[in-house]
């Protein structure tokens, strides 16, 4: 091998490395990763998949704990095999080396097939408009109940799967609605007393909207029964009340002075509604929102101060 010649007064290449015993080997491939699927392991999970819509399965619902032990299953016969095959191997060859058990797979939980599918599950490739035609009279026909059923009628040679056939449907063929009213906010709310947090059963219960859509929707307004219109005395003496209960209270110095005097602290960047979710259930038929408005544009001192052009002095005593 050619040796790499370093300028005069440098150390040749690599010499720091091999010092510190730090030898770097650059041509060296990294193997196979432990937990990499083998192919006899794919193939057992798409029997098991394709055994369970057979069933007539939701494809929402596969059980990936019968998957996985069908994984399992699979994996101690193909291992049992290979481990015979290198014996009778070992036993063959003339100058037999150390023999070596081989090393067993780990067994795949029932979130790594689910994940696993996710990779390999088949796909015809782009959709035809012969098989959107199919897709489409099949899926209102079943009422979006059997997908199983409606995948064989637009594809008879299994190339469409059923999730394939009700992700497609649900994503690409039903226009999404965007607008609420009433209507919709009282079938929301009965979804979710049948499915509970499964936003993506609640949207399909709703139609043509997004899990995400139905989520925000009834989280921030379906669920509180909101009311519109003018606050009352009452409403904005409980939004106050819930505000101190809520908030972190905290001893103002003396000769403080603006949001500094206040005996608590209302949150500042509360993305996720958090603290407003929790005022909102103390004022009935308000939302989050419409509790944080109310605060921050009619009633936090500090704000109303700067309106009004109150005092420190009264400003304290307000929010005392």
Same mark, same amino acid.
């Given at each position: 091998?050619?040796? #790499?010649?370093?300028?005069?007064?440098?150390?040749?290449?690599?010499?720091?490395?091999?010092?510190?015993?730090?030898? %770097?080997? $650059?041509?060296? %491939?990294? &193997?196979?990763?432990?937990?990499?699927?083998?192919?006899?392991?794919?193939?057992?999970?798409?029997? !098991?998949?394709?055994?369970?819509?057979?069933?007539?399965?939701?494809?929402?619902?596969?059980?990936?704990?019968?998957?996985?032990?069908?994984?399992?299953?699979?994996?101690?016969?193909?291992?049992?095999?290979?481990?015979? #095959?290198?014996?009778?191997?070992?036993?063959?060859? #003339?100058?037999?080396?150390?023999? #070596?058990?081989?090393?067993?797979?780990?067994?795949?939980?029932?979130?790594?097939? !689910?994940? +696993?599918?996710?990779?390999?599950?088949?796909? !015809?490739?782009?959709?035809?408009?012969?098989?959107?035609?199919?897709?489409?009279?099949?899926?209102?026909?079943?009422?979006?109940?059997?997908?199983? /059923?409606?995948?064989? $009628?637009?594809?008879?040679?299994?190339? @469409?799967?059923?999730?394939?056939?009700?992700?497609?449907?649900?994503d690409r063929m039903t226009p999404l609605e965007k607008d609420w009213n009433d209507a919709?906010?009282?079938? %929301?709310?009965?979804?979710?007393? /049948?499915?509970?947090?499964?936003?993506?059963?609640?949207?399909?219960?709703?139609?043509?909207? %997004?899990?995400?859509?139905?989520?925000?929707?009834?989280?921030?307004?379906?669920?509180? +029964?909101?009311?519109?219109?003018?606050?009352?005395?009452?409403?904005?003496?409980?939004?106050?009340?819930? /505000? @101190?209960? =809520?908030? =972190?209270?905290?001893?103002?110095?003396?000769?403080?002075? &603006?949001?500094?005097?206040?005996? $608590?602290?209302?949150?500042?960047?509360?993305?996720?509604? &958090?603290?407003? @979710?929790?005022?909102?259930?103390?004022?009935? @038929?308000?939302?989050?929102?419409?509790?944080?408005?109310?605060?921050?544009?009619?009633?936090?001192?500090?704000?109303?101060?700067?309106?009004?052009?109150?005092?420190?002095?009264?400003?304290?005593?307000?929010?005392?």
């Open positions: 091998q050619p040796v #790499a010649l370093a300028p005069p007064g440098m150390a040749p290449p690599g010499a720091f490395e091999r010092a510190a015993g730090l030898e %770097l080997r $650059f041509n060296r %491939l990294p &193997g196979p990763r432990a937990d990499a699927w083998a192919d006899f392991e794919d193939s057992a999970l798409a029997r !098991a998949v394709k055994a369970q819509e057979d069933e007539g399965a939701d494809p929402r619902d596969v059980a990936w704990a019968r998957v996985a032990e069908a994984v399992k299953r699979d994996a101690k016969v193909a291992q049992a095999a290979a481990r015979a #095959a290198k014996a009778a191997a070992h036993a063959a060859a #003339a100058n037999p080396k150390p023999w #070596a058990e081989p090393k067993k797979k780990k067994a795949r939980s029932a979130k790594d097939c !689910a994940r +696993r599918w996710d990779d390999v599950k088949p796909n !015809a490739g782009s959709w035809t408009e012969d098989e959107e035609a199919r897709l489409l009279a099949a899926a209102e026909a079943n009422g979006g109940q059997r997908w199983d /059923i409606v995948a064989a $009628f637009v594809d008879s040679d299994g190339a @469409r799967t059923a999730d394939e056939c009700m992700r497609h449907y649900r919709d906010d009282a079938r %929301l709310r009965e979804a979710v007393r /049948i499915h509970g947090d499964d936003w993506q059963r609640v949207a399909d219960a709703m139609g043509r909207r %997004l899990p995400k859509d139905v989520r925000h929707r009834y989280q921030q307004y379906a669920m509180w +029964r909101p009311k519109k219109g003018a606050w009352t005395i009452l409403e904005q003496r409980r939004l106050v009340l819930a /505000i @101190r209960a =809520e908030a =972190e209270p905290r001893d103002a110095p003396l000769g403080a002075t &603006g949001a500094d005097a206040m005996p $608590f602290k209302v949150p500042v960047n509360d993305r996720r509604d &958090g603290f407003w @979710r929790k005022v909102a259930t103390h004022v009935p @038929r308000r939302t989050p929102l419409q509790c944080r408005s109310k605060w921050h544009d009619d009633l936090d001192p500090v704000r109303f101060v700067k309106k009004t052009g109150w005092s420190d002095g009264e400003l304290a005593a307000l929010a005392a």
